[in-house]
């Protein structure tokens, strides 16, 4: 029998540009270093709260 991994249904927002800045943010997507480190271990919820920080990061970032 072979084990099946579930889809996710939220998909990284990693744009593969990646360079921290001196918080251990990502500049290309605006996650934090742990959270680009736990993205496949936490579930749903957890992500949707990543991404929610990574637009207040962002928006932020451009002012």
Do not use: Y
Request: proline residues 3%.
């Amino acid at each position: 029998m072979a084990i099946v991994k579930p889809v996710d249904s939220i998909e990284s927002p990693c744009i593969r540009n990646c360079c921290l800045d001196e918080n251990d943010i990502c500049m290309g997507c605006f996650r934090s270093l742990i959270e680009i480190t736990q993205w496949t271990v936490v579930d749903e919820e957890a992500r949707e709260g990543f991404l929610k920080n990574c637009e207040l990061r962002k928006s932020n970032h451009k002012k």
